[in-house]
């Protein structure tokens, strides 16, 4: 009789317990992020209603004063109604964006002036406000866009998209130069964060201009804006990884793209959202790139100057975060060598420590991949 083989031997159960602890630890950040992502998205944009939303009506007499306020009336804490004197100063007012629309209106032919390369959604809520209104006249209403965006990007939306691209290839790259890029000196890895962010707003600017022809001007001025805002993101990714380490890739998606994509403008300007993403578009760095992207290319760089000093501070927090994490880290490799083994026990850390590196940079670059 043939002999039966022995059963494989098994692992006990308690040393499974290690690797699974192990597995389930890192489940913890694609959770979260999945979280995260569906709270930011949907409490941004499932719902978009005017908040405050600036129109004007256009005129001087008692009659355009009764037509603002009856407007105002109807609909609340939805606009801000003012009036404005003659049809040249709405043009104005709308292309310095201090206005989403105006209503001239006339017996005969009302008009609705828009500007839509400002925002294409808010132009359409404002033509939903006033159609009705001409309606009631039984007249046309005549729609006169004076900011139209180019005919490559009819919705004016591929300046958001540019903005999730050039973030992409910000907030991925952390994960190399933070982990993989360990064993440098801080200063090294921020002269690579800034090398890397150069490469990625030349890509971005490559993408606005000869690939998809957003950009029909100013495509200098675009790749600037894009270096600032990029090396922002990455200055402050490396000075963030020693602190956080693995928990890296979590914060950054937390800060440049559930908080950030959601306020940047793209898709709904601030006063069609709810006041928390309102307020984060006054300062947050992805509504600094937005606007001052639309400002420079479609309104002839009025009020350009808050949008770049807005980028410019957010790299100066980047700055400041390497240069602490610079200290800390200097600190620690003081204390580390005070308190050191004899010279022969160093002769493998470089290697176990690039083997660590390895391992972690692979964690993070799946994690960040799950995005």
């Known amino acids: 009789m043939s002999e039966r083989p022995a059963p494989a031997p098994t692992a006990p159960a308690h040393a499974l317990r290690g690797p699974l602890r192990h597995v389930l630890l890192h489940l913890v950040t694609p959770l979260l992020m999945c979280l995260g992502m569906g709270l930011a998205y949907m409490g941004a944009f499932v719902t978009p209603e005017p908040h405050e939303l600036p129109i004007a009506v256009v005129g001087s007499g008692q009659q355009t004063q009764v037509l603002a306020q009856t407007v105002k009336d109807q609909a609340g804490?939805?606009?801000?109604?003012?009036?404005?004197?003659?049809?040249?100063?709405?043009?104005?007012?709308?292309?310095?964006?201090?206005?989403s629309g105006a209503y001239l209106p006339g017996k005969k032919a009302p008009e609705l002036i828009v500007a839509s390369a400002g925002s294409d959604m808010s132009a359409l809520a404002v033509e939903k406000l006033f159609t009705p209104v001409a309606a009631e006249q039984g007249v046309p209403l005549k729609i006169t866009n004076v900011a139209p965006p180019v005919d490559d990007d009819p919705t004016g939306q591929g300046l958001f998209f540019l903005l999730v691209a050039v973030s992409i290839g910000s907030y991925a790259s952390v994960a190399v130069l933070g982990a993989a890029g360990g064993a440098l000196r801080m200063r090294a890895r921020a002269g690579l964060a800034v090398g890397v962010s150069f490469v990625v707003s030349l890509i971005g600017a490559a993408l606005a201009g000869p690939v998809f022809h957003l950009v029909h001007q100013g495509l200098w001025g675009v790749w600037g804006m894009a270096w600032l805002y990029s090396a922002g993101i990455l200055l402050?990714?490396?000075?963030?990884?020693?602190?956080?380490?693995?928990?890296?890739?979590?914060?950054?998606?937390?800060?440049?793209?559930?908080?950030?994509?959601?306020?940047?403008?793209?898709?709904?300007?601030?006063?069609?959202?709810?006041?928390?993403?309102?307020?984060?578009?006054?300062?947050?760095?992805?509504?600094?790139?937005?606007?001052g992207m639309r400002t420079h290319v479609y309104f002839g760089g009025h009020g350009l100057a808050p949008h770049v000093w807005t980028l410019v501070a957010w790299l100066a927090v980047g700055a400041l975060l390497t240069t602490v994490a610079g200290l800390v880290e200097r600190r620690g490799r003081v204390t580390e060598s005070a308190a050191t083994t004899p010279a022969h026990s160093h002769k493998r850390l470089p290697v176990e420590a690039a083997s660590g590196a390895e391992a972690e940079v692979e964690e993070e670059m799946e994690e960040s991949v799950a995005v």
């Open 77 to 99: 804490d939805a606009l801000d109604v003012r009036t404005v004197g003659s049809r040249a100063a709405a043009v104005d007012a709308l292309k310095s964006q201090s206005i």
């Open 236 to 291: 402050i990714g490396v000075g963030l990884h020693p602190f956080l380490k693995r928990w890296t890739t979590l914060a950054m998606m937390v800060l440049f793209v559930m908080l950030n994509f959601t306020s940047s403008g793209g898709l709904f300007r601030p006063e069609l959202q709810n006041g928390f993403f309102g307020s984060l578009h006054a300062f947050w760095n992805g509504a600094g790139f937005v606007e």
